[in-house]
C-alpha cells in the first residue's frame, strides 16, 4: 500500500535553533514529493515540489531535498512565524491519468521566541 | 490573480439533510481535486476531475458522495443525507499542467 510517513509528529525549538523534518515514503513510482506549510483553520500553502533523488530547492529559511526513500524539509534559525503543520505528500505514477496527492499526518513545528 | 476559492467557508447541516460545497478553481486552472480532512488524520484524496469529465474517483465514498466540473461554473461535490462521521474540512485544489497543486482556505462541514 502507498505509504507518507512523517517525524516527528511534534516538534518544538527555540528561536534560532535549526532542525529537520523528516518524509519517508513507500510507494508504487513517484512522480513528485510535495511540501506544504498549513496554519490553523487554513488551506495547505504550497511551498516545494521535488521530482528526483538528489534535487534540492530553498525558500528563505527552508531547505527541502530527496533520497530515493525519503525526504527533509531542513528549517534554519527558524522565528517564531515558522511555527505551523507541514505536511508532506507524493504524488504516485499515473494511472489512467490520475494526478492524486498521497499526504502524511504532518509534522506540527512550535517555535518559541 | 485570485487563488483558489470555496464557499461557503463553514456549513452546518442537520442529518439527513444535502450539503454542497463549491469549488472555483485558479485562473487558467482546469485541473480540480478534493480532499477531505479529519479530526487528527492527514488529508485525503476524494476525486480528481477536469472541466466535465471525472477522471478519478477512487477516494470517493461509493454512496452519498458525487461531484461535478462543469463547463461553465465551479466545481459542486456534493453529499447527499449527511451523517456526523461527514464531519470534516473539505479542501480543494487546483493545477495547471505542471502538476503543482493549490489550496483553497476549505469549507469545515459540522453535521449536527
Known amino acids: 500500500e502507498d505509504q507518507v510517513t512523517q517525524s516527528p509528529e511534534a516538534l518544538r525549538l527555540q528561536e534560532g535553533e535549526s532542525s529537520s523534518l523528516n518524509c519517508s515514503y513507500t510507494?508504487?513510482?513517484?512522480?513528485?514529493l510535495f511540501w506544504y506549510r498549513q496554519d490553523p483553520g487554513k488551506g495547505p500553502e504550497f511551498l516545494f515540489t521535488?521530482?528526483?533523488a538528489g534535487e534540492e530547492k530553498e525558500k528563505e529559511r527552508l531547505k527541502a531535498t530527496l533520497t530515493k526513500k525519503e525526504s527533509f524539509l531542513h528549517i534554519t534559525a527558524p522565528k517564531p512565524e515558522d511555527s505551523a503543520t507541514y505536511l508532506c505528500?507524493?504524488?504516485?505514477?499515473?494511472?489512467?491519468?490520475?494526478?492524486?496527492?498521497?499526504f502524511g499526518k504532518g509534522t506540527k513545528l512550535t517555535v518559541n521566541p | 490573480n485570485a487563488g483558489v476559492m470555496q464557499n461557503p467557508r463553514h456549513l452546518v447541516r442537520r442529518r439527513g439533510q444535502e450539503a454542497r460545497l463549491r469549488c472555483s478553481p485558479m485562473?487558467?486552472?482546469?485541473?480540480v481535486y478534493w480532499y477531505r480532512q479529519l479530526p487528527e488524520e492527514g488529508l485525503k484524496f476524494m476525486v480528481y476531475?477536469?472541466?466535465?469529465?471525472?477522471?478519478?474517483e477512487s477516494g470517493m465514498p461509493k454512496e452519498r458522495f458525487s461531484a461535478e466540473f462543469p463547463k461553465e461554473g465551479p466545481s459542486i461535490l456534493r453529499i447527499q443525507q449527511v451523517v456526523r462521521g461527514d464531519s470534516a474540512a473539505y479542501f480543494c485544489?487546483?493545477?495547471?499542467?505542471?502538476?503543482?497543486?493549490?489550496f483553497g482556505p476549505g469549507t469545515r462541514l459540522t453535521v449536527t
Open positions: 485544489a487546483s493545477s495547471s499542467r505542471v502538476f503543482e497543486q493549490y
Open positions: 510507494v508504487s513510482g513517484l512522480r513528485g
Open positions: 521535488l521530482y528526483s
Open positions: 505528500a507524493a504524488m504516485l505514477s499515473s494511472q489512467g491519468g490520475s494526478e492524486k496527492l498521497v
Open positions: 485562473k487558467g486552472h482546469s485541473h
Open positions: 476531475l477536469q472541466k466535465e469529465n471525472i477522471i478519478d
